[in-house]
Structure formats: C-alpha cells, structure tokens
C-alpha cells in the first residue's frame, strides 16, 4: 500500500474556471454578440460549423488532457492573456480593426490555458482554440482596398482564361468587357467566406493525415491560391456561358455557378493535392486512460484535476494564484477601459473660419463631394471649392474628429477608397513638409488628390504612423482627436496660351494657412 496522501477526483473543482471564463465573456460581450448574429447569416452560416468542429476537436483530446500534468505558467500565460486584452483595450484609442479586436479574443483564450493549465495542455488546446480564427467573417473585417486585390487576381486569371479559350475580353481592374456583356467582380461575388471555409478543411486535412510542418504549410497555403483560381474559373465559365444563353441566367442553370461552386471545386483540388503530398488517413479514435502502478497500487492519472505529484493539501497554494491572476486579467482591462475612455476635444477654432480666399484662391466655384469617401463620419467638416482667375480649381475637404471611435476614425480616409500613394515633399518656410498623394481604387476622372493629417498640430503623411500617434495621445494624454485634410486638384485641358501650374506649388501655397488654423 502506498503511504502518499490519495486526492480523488471532484467534478465541482472545474467549476472555479468559470471566474475567469465569465470575466472574460463579459470583457468581450460585444465581440461574442456580433459573433452570435454573424452566425445566423447566409455569408457567414459556415461558422456555426466551424465552432462545432473546434469544441469536437477539444473533446476528442479529452483524454490526454487528463493524462498531462497541470503545470500553471503564470509569466508566459499572464503575458500572453495581457496581451491579448491589450489588443482589445487599444479599439478605443481608434487604431485597431474590428477583425484585430476580434482576434484578440482568441489570443486571450490561448494565454488563460497557458496560465491555468500549463504548456502541455496550451499545445494540445492550440488548435482547438486557434481554430475558431475561421467562425469570423475574416474577409468582412478587412477594408475594401485589401480585399480588392483578390478581386483584381479573379478578374485577371478569369480574362487569362477567356483569352486561351480564343473569346475576346477587355480586361480593367475588377471589369471584364466581353462582345455581348460586361462582368464586374464585386466583392460580394469574389468567393471570400467560401475560400475561408476551404481554408478551413484544408487545415484539418494537414493536421491530421500530413507528417512535417513544411508540407502541412503548403497545403494551407495552397488552399487560398486554388480557392482564388476556382473563382477565375467561375467568372471565366459565367463569361462563356452568357455568350450562349442570352439573356439566361447569369448564373447558370439552376444557379449551379454561385460562389459554392469555389468551395466544391475548391476542395476537390485540395484533396488531390493533400493525396499528392503524401497524405495518409489515422485513426482518430481517442485512447482510453492508462493506468499507472505506484507501489503495487493502480492509480489513473486522470483522477485529480492537478494530477502528477500534487496532493489535497498543496493543491489549494498551486490553483489559487493562477485562477486569481486568470480572473483580474480582463477585469482590469475592463475597469482600464470604463475609466480611462479618451475624452472628446472640441475644435478650439471652426472649420468654417478658415479663409475663404487664400492669396490668389478664392472660394468661388461650385463645392465637389464626389471625391470623399462615403465611410468618412467627421464630427466637424467643411467642403469648399477653390478658383482662381484663370480657371484652376482644388477641392477642399476638412474633416475633424473629436475623438476616435468605432465607425468615426480620421485614417477612414484610406479604409475603402483609397490607397497610399508615393511621399509628396513640400517647402514651409524653408522646412521639408512630407504629404502624401491619394490612389483611388476605381477608375475616376484622373485628378490628383494629396492628403495629411494633423494630428498635435503636426503634418503626419502616414497611415500607420497617424495610428500610433493617436494610440499615444490615448494613453498619456487621454485624447484621440485628429484632423483630416483632403486636396484634389483638377486638371486642366490642354491649352498652350496658358501655363499649367505645378500641384506642389498650389499646395504650397495653402498648407500654411489651413495647417495653422487646424493646429493652433
């Protein structure tokens, strides 16, 4: 018989996790409710799936979970865990997308099992958890001048197609022009949830039949290029199959050439390829709980929730600790954010005082909206249109946020209709001055538009480097306000009696005067 103090299994012990695992819902409530209703839609029902195969994947290693010691990681599992909650507190300071805030919470979710449970358990919880990344809508998060690029490779690879099929095809950006009818690739045709649902299979199939990180890499990484290349194929066969059944269904008969069709083709492919990279198919079955002799007596290690060495009597000391830090954790970042939220800061001088002429400019001509995002929501805005007196004209547009928040953020500017362009460097009083030119996403009239913010009074060209400017300014100053300032330049017809004049000097002329009334 064994001298060693017995502790014996007690389900209602697992019960102290739900501290930790209820501040942490409560922290990310919104998340979890946009989560809940995303669900339910057609684009996104994929989901619920997804959140059936994660939780099947964390039972199935339900018994070697029991088998592993619990090893608590309170420096690793607690940097992680603030990590991930430090992710979500920073939405507030206006610089994080919603898919960032979102994926926080997984980050989240992977510190909290390092930290109560240990490394052993954190690897074989990894892809259970990490798994869910897939429920979320990925493609609806990311802005549309991210997203238009898979746009673009569909309608590319769709005319590469239609042109080796000897059909003539002009090809613009996202719009295929063929004889009889004109195809745009939209976003909402480019196939994106279902190329995250064959992302999704495809790590399945490399977790459990391929053997080496290198080929399970491949496959992955393959799923989204062959997923991309079963969308060209759609676009490409709709194009073929319009040029014969005028004017049937765009579709096809019975709709067959919808965007499930990426995903049937899609993971067809897929299989093939995993077959191809050596791919063998296991045993999923999950293997019973082995018992272990310790002087004579048998004894399951998957009796004690702290199993391996740990008795009743040090139990309490080595659960404690780490269920304590588990839980302040994201009640901290909750209470961070219930006190410490950037406070709005009016404009010290309206927008509206901003001259109305400036030198030779003088605001005459008829405002011009049509070159500013629809996204953009200021809490104070001015529209002008500036004219000279041979004909030149700029477009003004002034945007000023108080504070920074979901829906009403200065660097909106560059989320959907624009790209970054190259540097535009000016002279201030003899100081280089860096702006930046706009690319629009969509063919336009082909003026040039340069922009800046001012942010603290100073001209900042960047997106990202405005991000962190503001994320400073919300943590040691408490405020998140920014200016926005928007310049598009029309081009003049050719006319040989009359001097075109150059953008940077029409730019270096007004920046003085609108800088130093938005950044006194």
């Avoid at 919470?105 to 109560?116: D, S």
């Avoid at 429920?135 to 746009?151: E, G």
């Avoid at 040090?314 to 954010?337: D, E, K, Q």
């Avoid at 030198?359 to 996204?375: L, Q, R």
Wanted: with cysteine; charged share 15%; proline share 6%.
């Amino acid at each position: 018989m064994s001298d060693r103090p017995r502790a014996y299994y007690k389900p209602y012990a697992y019960l102290l996790f739900l501290a930790p695992l209820l501040a942490t819902a409560f922290l990310y409530r919104e998340t979890l409710v946009r989560l809940g209703k995303s669900l339910i839609t057609y684009e996104n029902s994929h989901g619920l799936v997804i959140m059936a195969i994660s939780l099947y994947l964390a039972w199935g290693k339900r018994y070697e979970l029991a088998r592993q010691p619990v090893k608590p990681n309170l420096i690793g599992g607690s940097i992680i865990a603030g990590l991930g909650c430090a992710l979500f507190v920073v939405r507030q300071y206006g610089i994080t997308s919603v898919l960032l805030m979102d994926f926080s919470l997984i980050v989240t979710l992977l510190g909290l099992a390092w930290l109560l449970l240990g490394t052993r358990h954190l690897k074989i919880l990894m892809l259970p958890i990490g798994y869910l990344i897939f429920a979320y809508p990925l493609f609806d998060y990311m802005p549309s001048n991210v997203v238009v690029y898979l746009q673009y490779v569909t309608a590319w690879l769709a005319a590469k197609m239609l042109i080796i099929l000897g059909i003539t095809v002009y090809h613009n950006s996202t719009y295929l022009v063929l004889p009889h009818i004109t195809l745009e690739v939209v976003q909402a045709c480019a196939g994106l949830n279902h190329i995250v649902a064959l992302l999704a299979v495809s790590v399945l199939l490399a977790h459990y039949t391929l053997d080496g990180l290198l080929k399970k890499i491949v496959l992955v990484t393959s799923a989204l290029f062959v997923g991309l290349a079963a969308n060209g194929l759609r676009v490409a066969v709709i194009g073929v199959i319009s040029s014969f059944s005028q004017p049937g269904p765009l579709h096809g008969p019975s709709d067959i050439l919808y965007v499930s069709f990426v995903f049937i083709i899609g993971l067809a492919a897929v299989i093939l390829l995993n077959y191809l990279l050596g791919g063998t198919s296991r045993s999923l079955h999950h293997a019973k709980p082995r018992a272990e002799y310790v002087g004579g007596e048998s004894s399951h290690d998957t009796g004690e929730p702290y199993p391996s060495g740990t008795t009743v009597r040090n139990r309490g000391s080595l659960f404690v600790a780490p269920l304590l830090i588990a839980t302040l954790i994201p009640v901290s970042a909750y209470a961070y954010t219930d006190i410490f939220i950037p406070r709005p800061v009016p404009l010290a001088n309206s927008l509206s005082n901003i001259p109305i002429q400036i030198g030779e400019w003088e605001a005459t001509c008829s405002e011009k909206t049509e070159f500013i995002p629809e996204d953009m929501r200021p809490d104070e805005k001015l529209v002008r249109c500036y004219q000279n007196e041979i004909g030149d004209e700029f477009h003004l547009y002034v945007a000023y946020f108080t504070h920074q928040r979901k829906n009403h953020k200065v660097t909106d500017f560059l989320l959907n209709s624009y790209n970054e362009g190259e540097e535009f460097p000016i002279l201030n009083a003899g100081d280089k001055i860096a702006l930046r030119k706009a690319i629009p996403n969509r063919p336009g009239p082909g003026n040039n538009v340069y922009f800046w913010y001012s942010i603290d009074g100073k001209a900042i060209p960047s997106r990202l480097e405005a991000k962190l400017t503001l994320l400073a300014n919300g943590v040691f100053k408490n405020r998140t306000n920014g200016t926005l300032v928007v310049i598009e330049i029309e081009k003049r017809q050719d006319d040989t009696k009359v001097k075109v004049r150059d953008d940077r000097e029409i730019i270096q002329k007004i920046y003085p005067v609108i800088q130093g009334h938005i950044g006194a």
